[in-house]
């Protein structure tokens, strides 16, 4: 079936309302100031089971001021059994009424290169138990940001700004969770906020002035497994991981701390090969973190140095104390060096025209 430059407004009821229906193709629809939903698309029994009701394409749709007589309502809502549902090309906004712009209940569908913005709750909403979905270039804006509730969910390439956070999980059943190449920008909370989810990768997004209950937090994560944060950029933002196991910051470029503290024993995270233009790191006491190779955040130094048979002041420039210094004599006689460190340097007692190699580090 399908349809096209249908304009809905005024009605006490959905604007516009699907059912029992697949594989449909809808164009140009507007509808606005009705009573309920901008757009119902529910489930049927195309088969008795519902089972292949979906595969339809929505574009160009204008959704706006609906839900009238009605409050925690979607513009539009993709009900459970409408599988592989495309929407695309279009405009979901101005409703300050409405529980989501857009709520996804089914599986498997795509939000691609549309506009969400102006809602007192969320722009984007993937709940209900079917698997999987993708945000692909799109812009959602003045909202709660995205929410994500299930398993499988990718958003991608898209622009999330001033929104409460630009994406929100707090739920134990989120798994492979991916969010690429967004740029999250001016969120009054947090950009990513991430709780009890596990196997997630966050990479390559641009950061902010995300700032405002939790102030200046790029990312944070709580109670979280596996969860890979890869070479996004902070512009303004830092990243702070509580009671989480797994965690992977590498090659991100830092303009605020990485924070991972917890009160019970937590291994497997590492923060490596990043650039901190600022900030630094805050290792909790029972938090086993390997650190290495940070640019900006030295924790491990070396060079090689000939002996005075006094004490030599060698400066290390890392970010403490050392905890673990070396020195392994080159030359033909070996030796028993005295060996100190503060903040500052390493101080190294060896003998006159004795060559030394020496090495620091900070190991947390």
């Known amino acids: 079936c399908s349809s096209d430059l249908i304009v809905s407004h005024d009605n006490p009821y ?22 309920k939903y901008g757009m119902d698309i529910n489930d049927g029994t195309f088969d008795g089971t519902g089972d292949r009701c979906g595969g339809h394409i929505f ?33 979901i906004g101005n409703n300050n009424q409405g529980y989501a712009g857009i709520q996804f209940i089914a599986g498997r569908c795509i939000l691609e290169n549309t506009k969400i913005y102006n809602f007192s709750s969320w722009g984007v909403n993937f709940n209900g138990s079917r698997n999987e979905g993708i945000v692909d270039k799109c812009i959602v804006s003045y909202s709660h940001g995205v929410i994500v509730s299930r398993p499988g969910v990718t958003i991608k390439a898209s622009t999330i700004e001033y929104n409460y956070a630009g994406v929100y999980s ?5 798994t492979s969770l991916r969010i690429s190449d967004n740029d999250i920008e001016n969120s009054t909370d947090v950009g990513i906020y991430l709780k009890l989810v596990s196997n997630a990768l966050v990479i390559g997004n641009t950061f902010n002035d995300t700032q405002g209950t939790h ?27 509580y009671k989480s196991a797994g965690v992977i910051a590498d090659y991100n470029r ?5 924070r991972m503290t917890t ?11 990043n650039k901190f233009v600022s900030g630094s790191t805050d290792i909790g006491a029972s938090v086993t973190v390997n650190i290495m190779g940070n640019y900006g955040y030295l924790t491990e130094s070396s060079g090689s140095n000939v002996g005075t048979g006094t004490e030599q002041a060698i400066a290390h420039g890392l970010v403490q104390t050392p905890n673990k210094v070396n020195v392994v004599p080159t030359g033909q006689t070996q030796f028993i060096p005295n060996i100190r460190a503060d903040a500052t340097n390493i101080y190294i007692i060896v003998p006159t025209g004795e060559t030394y190699n020496w090495s620091a580090a900070v190991i947390f």
């Open 14 to 35: 959905n604007g516009f309302d699907m059912g029992n229906s697949w594989k449909c193709s809808v164009n140009k629809v507007t509808c606005y100031n009705n009573g």
């Open 59 to 91: 574009e160009q749709i204008k959704l706006y001021g609906n839900n009238t007589t009605s409050s925690n309502l979607p513009e539009i809502v993709i009900s459970a059994e409408n599988y592989g549902t495309i929407v695309k090309d279009s405009e």
């Open 170 to 174: 707090n739920n134990a059943n989120v």
């Open 215 to 241: 102030t200046q937090l790029g990312i944070y994560a709580e109670s979280t497994t596996d969860i890979q944060l890869l070479r996004n950029i902070f512009l303004y933002g830092k990243i702070s991981c």
């Open 254 to 258: 830092m303009s605020g701390d990485i």
């Open 263 to 273: 009160i019970n024993p937590v291994t497997g995270n590492t923060i490596r090969f």
